[in-house]
């Protein structure tokens, strides 16, 4: 979770040198704005701030704006080696 944040980051950094993103998953042709509210929304999520809205085993989704995430379940503490809570 730790490296994904950091590469968000890095990733909406460049948004100001940006025309467009192409993205693999959810929105496949953006405005770089986008990549700020993708920040936001994974930081959320990362922080415990939005609830998995199904969880199916050792997985589950959770829905920040107008981002889904499909992650572990229960997610690993941010931040932390051992990932434990």
Known sequence: MTAY???VKKLAA??????????????????????????DAIQQVAEGRVKPGAVNGGEATY??????????YPLAALNSASGAH
Do not use: C, W
């Open 5 to 7: 944040v950091a590469s």
């Open 14 to 39: 460049l948004a100001p040198q940006l025309k467009t993103v192409l993205g693999a998953h959810n929105i496949p042709v953006a405005d770089p704005s986008v990549l700020a509210k993708l920040q």
């Open 63 to 72: 829905q920040a704006g107008e981002f889904f995430f499909r992650m572990h």
